[in-house]
């Protein structure tokens, strides 16, 4: 889902219902909106707006943890390949070629998830013949001491953990919200917007507090769609950690 669209639907959603709760106060004698009516209507929208209130949050918490798992694997994902590149430092010379192929792999990886282009949209498929040339090259490795074939175990290690942290992007790239409790939000959300136009003085004061409402709710929603795509529009998740560990590499 686009959240700039979808925002902006539900902001003219929002302003709909206060333009026709409008038009049916204006419609009503004056006797079908007594203080007893009122109080009924506030009572029963007050119901409706914290179940919408909890929902939402219920919709938020969902995205705020996909953003922050997947931020959280992003970090592993540069902590590795800063530890794979310092085992392979230490296994000595003849793994020379080999960081070159990674740091190859590793630049691929972070200009298909952060693209130059700002229209295109990050790509989570890994480049498989990238990571396997890099596996291949830790296997022909030939160690000659103890301490070289205890290194290569722990990098044939590393990189089988890299690539899992990999492809648990992929797996996480569906979205986590709710496609009918996000329907049902907005659809209380345009009942109690209604009900408080219905029930609002008409002056310039209150359909400016209003609209000023459905503006941060508008919002709300916009920032919540943001947070289920970590890797794509403004809050994205910053790529600051692997460029630092894709610099540690010989190129």
Do not use: C
Request: hydrophobic share 50%.
């Amino acid at each position: 889902m686009n959240p700039t669209f979808v925002a902006i639907v539900v902001l003219v959603l929002l302003i709909v219902a206060m333009l026709i709760g409008r038009q049916f106060r204006q419609l009503l004698p004056d006797k079908r909106v007594s203080e007893d009516t009122k109080d009924t209507v506030k009572l029963a929208m007050g119901l409706v707006a914290t179940m919408a209130a909890l929902l939402l949050g219920l919709l938020v918490s969902s995205a705020k943890g996909t953003y922050d798992a997947e931020r959280t694997q992003v970090v592993q994902m540069a902590a590795k390949v800063s530890y794979l590149n310092r085992i392979l430092a230490m296994y000595g010379p003849e793994t020379m070629d080999t960081r070159k192929q990674f740091h190859a792999s590793i630049e691929d990886a972070i200009r298909r998830l952060w693209p130059n282009d700002q229209r295109l949209k990050a790509d989570l498929r890994p480049n498989i013949e990238a990571g396997d040339s890099v596996y291949f090259k830790l296997e022909a490795l030939s160690p000659d001491t103890d301490a070289q074939r205890k290194l290569k175990v722990l990098a044939e290690a590393g990189a089988a953990d890299l690539a899992q942290l990999r492809a648990l992007l992929v797996a996480q790239s569906e979205s986590s919200i709710s496609t009918p409790m996000l329907v049902v939000v907005v659809s209380w959300l345009v009942v109690i917007f209604a009900s408080f136009s219905l029930l609002a003085p008409p002056n310039m004061t209150a359909s400016a507090a209003l609209f000023i409402s459905a503006l941060a709710v508008a919002g709300a929603i916009f920032l919540l769609l943001e947070l289920d795509s970590p890797f794509d529009g403004i809050i994205k998740i910053p790529n600051k950690e692997m460029m630092n560990a894709l610099n540690e590499l010989p190129h």
